[in-house]
């Protein structure tokens, strides 16, 4: 049934039709021969070994190319004690830090954006942004880059310019969570009501795996580069990486109904199941366009209603 899925995604995304086309890097591309004869030395199998991944992107199904995401991930991470700090300056050990948290809705980008950062720079950005997160996100969106994933969308459009502090923007972050939360608990429901065939063929972006990557003119320091390279293949161990991303990506939500979610409040879980419900018994039905209309109308019930706490909270 997977592998089902996946052909079919495959050729619903085949390159003229996919939002990633590779058209889109052809601006940057040098195709020269030095690159070529890299390519052909197995340099690709070299990156590949060192692909890794970032578990939070499959989790909070996250947009954004996520394999990219994972090769650079890896490549920040690489630098360990030698690193520096992009966010204080300090020298030590860095990790990959996400500029927006996926754990809030945000994307890994495409192409992906990632920073080195140390530990007290990193830790403390997990789950709870400050003023100038928000606003060197609203920056990156104004120069054209999409920052939020699909399901965060709304509520990050409602929310972004409200913040005035510090204080305000870690409410910002408690909402986005819990959109996050309502989110994750819908689609457990669509998926033990037996559709996961219709989160993934609308939800999930197995076809980026069908690339080989690289970054040209790297930075270890700033985590930036002057161009991604990417090319089309059809690598039996491609549609390995793209089966693995489906499939953690659905175990994730059953352990996420599974988990204790009581820090979350609890007002809102019956719409949030009726709104399952619905939607499970219109792909019942084989209505998937009603289905993804309803899909819809939940994400703005949700972003209504978590808008409405931010007003209050400010008010009191
Ligand atoms: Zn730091
Ligand atoms: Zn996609």
């Not at 403390?124 to 104004?142: P, T, W």
Request: proline fraction near 3%; charged fraction near 30%.
């Amino acid at each position: 049934n997977l592998k089902y899925i996946l052909e079919k995604k495959q050729t619903m995304f085949s390159p003229g039709a996919m939002s990633n086309c590779p058209d889109r890097f052809d601006g940057y591309h040098t195709y020269n021969k030095c690159c070529r004869a890299r390519e052909d030395t197995g340099r690709h199998r070299s990156n590949l070994q060192r692909y890794g991944e970032d578990r939070r992107a499959y989790e909070y199904w996250s947009d954004g190319d996520w394999k990219a995401a994972a090769w650079l991930m890896r490549e920040i991470n690489k630098a360990g004690k030698r690193g520096i700090c992009s966010i204080c300056g300090k020298r030590g050990k860095v990790t990959a830090d996400h500029l927006g948290p996926i754990s809030l809705g945000f994307s890994v980008g495409d192409p992906p954006f990632l920073r080195p950062a140390c530990r007290s720079c990193n830790s403390g950005r997990n789950n709870r942004m400050i003023l100038a997160d928000i606003k060197e996100l609203r920056k990156k969106e104004q120069d054209g880059i999409d920052v939020v994933s699909w399901h965060t969308k709304n509520i990050w459009n409602l929310l972004k310019d409200k913040p005035k502090s510090d204080e305000e923007a870690k409410i910002v972050s408690r909402l986005l969570r819990t959109n996050l939360h309502y989110v994750l608990t819908l689609l457990g429901r669509i998926a033990e009501g037996g559709h996961r065939q219709f989160l993934v063929e609308n939800y999930l972006h197995p076809e980026y795996a069908y690339y080989s990557i690289e970054f040209l003119g790297f930075d270890p320091t700033t985590g930036n580069y002057d161009q991604i390279k990417k090319k089309r293949s059809t690598m039996r161990q491609y549609s390995r990486n793209a089966e693995r991303y489906v499939r953690i990506s659905l175990e994730s939500l059953g352990q996420y109904l599974d988990k204790d979610n009581r820090k979350f409040p609890q007002e809102h879980l019956r719409d949030v199941n009726n709104f399952a419900d619905i939607i499970i018994e219109q792909l019942d039905n084989r209505n998937q366009s009603r289905a993804l209309n309803k899909m819809d109308k939940a994400l703005t019930t949700f972003s209504d209603w978590l808008v409405e706490e931010f007003n209050s909270g400010i008010d009191e």
